[in-house]
Structure formats: structure tokens, C-alpha cells
């Protein structure tokens, strides 16, 4: 419990930090550059408007214009009158018309034959560092001014916004000031030609432009944010793109434009008119399709909007908090799954459900910040995996400390990854075999050792019994002289406790001429086991403070098991008769009868087990009583 809380705590600590360091990020800006390059890839998003037609100056056209880059004003006209007898409702020209002509008349009439042909003009900012709201401007070229009062013509401004990081054009400005006027961009004089709006503009609120009962959302200095769509720049039957060579030969279906959107321009590279987008970072994107898709983004209403730094941050905060439980609760293969699933998921199937959902509400018009996103799944990753190993560590170390004196390193290991050390350490009340086993005779041989021959010898006698005990799953407890105390089923459970203590006992008696023959390297005389064990619940604790501690276990089980060591002679394993029902394979075995023990109000039914010759430990004599004084 206390080590699941932790790792939450972990958790909810490192997302904290993670969200305060994304909200601090993006108040600053930092990464605003890397957003909008990873924004871009989400593109084309918008839906396509079908009442948008781009009739193309191409290279066919070009061709047929014996490579004039630029039609010649009288082709110009042309291509007007051609669009009015198709029934074009509104015609966009990206060109500026400046600058006399001889044929400068044939077009003009060619406007005021027009239903509402829009001309295009360039402008110059005045003041753009620190103008916030519309943008004003100074004319800089634009068309003659007998274009410009032709009919109902309406003169836009053909300005793009470049940012100034790239050069990608993301936005336009809806609308410049000229001090006498609102001048409209080409895609917003379109819309309120289409719409039958004339005049001034007047309805402008600070977050946005209303166009007849259609209101468009603007960022700042009046900038709507370009949602590009697909299927303005296809060419083919029935799609967006026709080119000019087709209308001036008369080859063109005048269905094609019928109460349609026509906007005319260049999209040729060489002719100059080519931009940076999000959609072509070539070079090569054509300015006119520029201002289609700013017309298609309000026709479609799909308008792009960034979501607030408060919802990216948490955001952001949620992928690290769910990143670090992964990493934290489950195995790393299966936390690299899980960032994989958040960021990549099945390469050709579907993306990562993070880039999924950023993909989905970018389709319906909110902007995410994916970079503060992905670097919340990393760092959480990075910094979950770091948490883990210094806790692992520390975990291992601890188990190592309490435990690895006393059980083998496999079960150290089970106890680390079992998630249940604290209650080991604390206490618990566990069902266990244990035995108590003790050289015969070691007191008498002692005497006549020297220290470091007895040192030797104890050595010998600890290392043989450890390995037996620890490959039956045992843990030795302690050392007490000649005497070894060992535990099965603590720290952690194992099958059948009672059979893994009796073979354990068995094996050992089996296995003294191995102690004897290393004792006679020595001149060591043979020594001789007495085991006595029990089976029943004990209390097992790290018990003690301070620099003194140790894992123990307490009880009346441990009480009896140490009086049956004192029963057993050389040789012998003695337990008693209740343990029996528990084994599997029994030995052969005697009865020792109902032995009376110390401490005990009733005698126990004991049993012995013999490997090998039995030599009964001859009884301890009472001390004799102390002399009386004599009297005087």
C-alpha cells in the first residue's frame, strides 16, 4: 500500500512539474516555431467549397499568349467576357492593372459589363510594430483609376502575411486602414461581392469581421488564419482549377463557372507569384490559391482556432501523469508500449492516439500544441524511468540489507518485486516450518581446539548448512554458537512448508561426511547433527533499532522447535507427531513416545527420524546441589 502511494505520488509530483514547465513555456512562446511547423503537417484539413473555381494562367496559357507571363489586358478582357456570358457571379483578378495600355479601354468595358469584378491593389504598412489593431496602410500600386470606377468594380488589397520565422504565409489580413477607408483583402471582397454587399465596411468587432448575418474570427490586426483544403488546387473535369487557355479559346465548359467564384492569377512559378505554405514549402505555391482557400476557409466555416495554453498545459500534464503510471506500475516493455501507442501507434493504420486526437480537433478547427505534448510524454518517460531506477535501487539495496544474509538472492528478489516488503519488515503472522540444529559434542571438542581451528571448523559447519537450507527455499535466521536456526515459508510462502523442512533436515544429516572430510584436512576429529522441528504460525518481523536489527520470527512454535533440538541425538531429526499429517512423503520413523519438555504442561507425542547411525545424546545432568554449611 505505502509503496503504490509513493509511486503515485511520483506520478502526480513529476505532472505538476511537467504542467508548470509547459504553462511557463508557452506564455514565453518558447517552441511557437516548431508548433507551427508541426501544425502545418495536419494540413489540408478544410473542406472544399465547390462554388470556388481558379481559372489558371499556365503554362498552356503562356503557350498560347506567345509566353507573355502576364496576359495582355486585352486577353484580359476576353476572359471577363467570357466569365459573364457563363454566368460567373463574382470574378477576382490577383493582378494590379497599373500603368496605361492601348487596350486599356476594351477592358475597362469589359468590367462594367461585369456583375462584380474584383481588381487587385498592393499596400504598404505605415506604422506595423505598433499598430495591434487594423493595419494602417499607404497605397503602393494598383490598378488605373478608370478600372477602378468601371461598373460596380471593387478594389482588394492582394497583401499575404509572411511570417517572419519562415516565410510561410499561414494568414491574411482581412482588412487595411488607409485612413479614409477599410480596405478589404481579395477572399473577403469576394465574399461580400457573392453575398451582394456594397460600400463601406463597417461592422468590425476587435476579435472579428460580420459579413451579412456571417461573422469571421480574426487573431490579431484583423488576421484570419488560413485553413487550406484539398481540393483547390486539383485540375481535371469538375474541379477547381481550369485553365485561362481553355476560357480564351472558347473550349471551356461555361457550365464550369455558372453563379461560381472565379478568381484569375498566375500559377507558373516564373511569373513570380510563388509562396511558401503549409501545403508546399517548395516555393510553388501559387499567390492566387492563397486567397481561394482564405475564401473557402469563411464559405466553410472552417475556421482554425489555437486551443488556450490552459488547456494545452493540462493537457500535457495528463499525457505525463498517465506516461509516468505506465512506466512506474507496469514492466518498461510494457511503459514503451504505451508511449509508442500515445505517440507513433501502427505505422500505415493509424497514428499514435495522442497525434490522433491533436489530427480530429484539428479537422474541426482547434489547433493543439503538439510539441508541448510530445515533450510531456518524453520527459515524463525519461524522468519515470529514472524515479524507477533510483527507486529499484534503494529497494534493492534495502533487501539486500535486511535480507540477503539470511535468503538466497532469488528470493531477495522475489521480496523486491512482490511489492510486499513493508509488510515483511513490519510484521506479519505467517505459517512456517523451522529446526534448530546443533553440533553434538562441539563444547568438549571446543576445549581441546586451538581458537582458530574452532573458527574453522564453525565456518565449514555454517557454510555447508546455508547452502543446503537456501537450496530448499530455506532462510537461516541465526547463528548461535554450534547452532543453526532456519525458517521455511519466511520472508516469503513456499508449498508445503513441512516437507521442504524435513527433507532439508534429511539431506543435512546425509550430507555430514562432507563437513567430516573437510574437517579432516584439518585434523579435525568427525562431528555429529541433532535436529529438532515444528511446523505452526509464528510472528516474523525485522525486529530491533538503531545499528542492531534483524529478521526474526517468535512464538510457541519456535519455543517447542528449540526444546526438540535438546531431544535429538547424533543423527537423529526429531519432530513432532502433528507435523506428520502435513508431509507428503514420509520416512521411516520411531516414536519417541509422550516426551515431558520444560515449559510444557502436557507431554508431546514425538517421532524421530535417523539417517545414518544413531548415537542418542546422553542426557544433561542436573547440577548438583550447592553444600550446606556445616553447623557450629
Not at 53 to 58: G, H, S, T
Not at 311 to 325: P, R
Not at 440 to 445: C, E, H, I, P, Y
Not at 511 to 528: F, G, H, S, Y
Request: negative net charge; proline residues 6%; contains cysteine.
Amino acid at each position: 500500500m505505502h509503496k503504490t502511494l509513493r509511486r503515485l505520488l511520483y506520478a502526480l509530483a513529476v505532472a505538476a512539474v511537467i504542467t508548470a514547465l509547459t504553462a511557463a513555456g508557452l506564455s514565453a512562446g518558447t517552441f511557437d516555431g516548431f508548433q507551427r511547423r508541426a501544425s502545418d503537417n495536419l494540413f489540408p484539413s478544410a473542406a472544399t467549397d465547390k462554388r470556388i473555381v481558379v481559372l489558371a494562367v499556365d503554362a498552356k496559357t503562356i503557350r498560347l499568349l506567345d509566353n507573355q507571363v502576364t496576359p495582355p489586358r486585352d486577353a484580359q478582357a476576353l476572359i471577363g467576357r467570357q466569365l459573364t456570358a457563363a454566368g460567373a457571379a463574382v470574378v477576382v483578378w490577383d493582378f494590379v492593372f497599373s500603368g496605361a495600355k492601348d487596350e486599356d479601354l476594351d477592358f475597362a468595358t469589359a468590367l462594367a459589363e461585369m456583375r462584380a469584378p474584383i481588381l487587385g491593389a498592393s499596400y504598404k504598412s505605415t506604422h506595423p510594430a505598433t499598430d495591434d489593431d487594423v493595419l494602417d496602410v499607404t497605397f503602393l500600386q494598383g490598378p488605373e483609376p478608370y478600372f477602378a470606377e468601371a461598373g460596380n468594380t471593387q478594389v482588394a488589397h492582394v497583401n499575404v502575411t509572411n511570417d517572419p520565422s519562415d516565410g510561410v504565409i499561414r494568414s491574411l489580413s482581412l482588412i487595411y486602414d488607409d485612413g479614409r477607408n477599410f480596405i478589404p483583402s481579395l477572399a473577403l471582397a469576394a465574399l461580400r461581392a457573392f453575398n451582394g454587399e456594397t460600400g463601406p465596411i463597417t461592422r468590425i468587432a476587435p476579435d472579428g469581421v460580420q459579413i451579412g448575418d456571417r461573422f469571421i474570427p480574426t487573431e490579431g490586426r484583423h488576421s484570419l488564419r488560413i485553413n487550406f483544403a484539398a481540393g483547390l488546387d486539383e485540375v481535371g473535369k469538375d474541379r477547381a482549377i481550369v485553365s485561362a487557355a481553355d476560357v480564351i479559346t472558347g473550349s471551356a465548359n461555361p457550365a464550369r463557372f455558372r453563379n461560381k467564384i472565379v478568381f484569375v492569377g498566375t500559377t507558373e512559378p516564373i511569373a513570380g507569384d510563388a509562396k511558401l505554405a503549409p501545403v508546399d514549402k517548395s516555393n510553388t505555391f501559387p499567390g492566387v490559391l492563397i486567397h481561394a482557400n482564405a475564401l473557402n476557409t469563411m464559405l466553410t466555416n472552417s475556421y482554425l482556432e489555437p486551443v488556450s495554453d490552459t488547456e494545452n498545459a493540462v493537457t500535457a500534464g495528463l499525457l505525463a501523469l498517465l506516461v509516468m503510471l505506465s512506466v512506474l506500475f507496469f514492466p518498461v516493455w510494457a511503459a514503451i508500449l504505451v508511449v509508442f501507442a500515445l505517440i507513433v501507434g501502427i505505422p500505415t493504420v493509424f497514428p499514435g492516439a495522442y497525434l490522433a486526437v491533436a489530427v480530429i480537433r484539428f479537422d474541426h478547427g482547434d489547433i493543439m500544441n503538439i510539441i508541448y505534448g510530445l515533450l510531456a510524454i518524453v520527459l515524463a518517460f525519461i524522468g519515470g524511468l529514472a524515479i524507477k531506477y533510483v527507486t529499484e535501487t534503494r529497494q534493492r539495496r534495502r533487501v539486500s540489507s535486511l535480507f540477503a544474509q539470511y535468503v538466497p538472492e532469488e528470493v531477495a528478489r522475489q521480496l523486491e518485486e512482490s511489492g510486499a516488503l513493508d509488510s515483511h519488515i513490519e510484521g506479519e503472522r505467517v505459517d512456517v516450518g523451522l529446526f534448530f540444529c546443533d553440533l553434538r559434542g562441539f563444547t568438549s571438542l571446543s576445549a581441546t581446539l586451538e581458537p582458530t581451528e574452532v573458527r574453522a571448523m564453525l565456518n565449514h559447519f555454517y557454510d555447508l548448512l546455508t547452502e543446503i537450507i537456501h537450496s530448499h527455499r530455506g532462510t537461516v535466521l541465526k547463528f548461535v554458537g554450534d547452532e543453526v536456526f532456519a525458517v521455511f515459508g519466511a520472508p516469503l510462502p513456499i508449498p508445503n512448508n513441512a516437507q521442504a523442512t524435513l527433507d532439508c533436515a534429511i539431506e543435512i544429516q546425509a550430507r555430514a561426511t562432507e563437513l567430516d572430510a573437510l574437517l579432516a584436512d584439518l585434523n579435525i576429529p568427525p562431528v555429529k547433527f541433532g535436529i529438532g522441528m515444528n511446523v505452526g504460525d509464528v510472528v516474523a518481523a525485522h525486529i530491533g533499532g538503531g545499528r542492531r536489527r534483524q529478521y526474526d520470527i517468535v512464538g510457541d512454535t519456535v519455543n517447542l522447535g528449540s526444546r526438540l533440538c535438546s531431544q535429538a541425538g547424533k543423527g537423529e531429526i526429531v519432530l513432532p507427531e502433528k507435523m506428520i499429517e502435513r508431509l507428503v512423503n514420509v520416512p521411516p520413523m520411531e516414536s519417541m513416545g509422550a516426551v515431558a519438555l520444560k515449559g510444557l504442561e502436557e507431554p508431546v507425542p514425538l517421532f524421530k527420524v535417523v539417517v545414518g547411525e544413531s548415537e542418542p545424546r546422553q542426557p544433561t545432568p542436573s547440577p548438583a546441589p550447592a553444600p550446606t554449611a556445616a553447623p557450629t
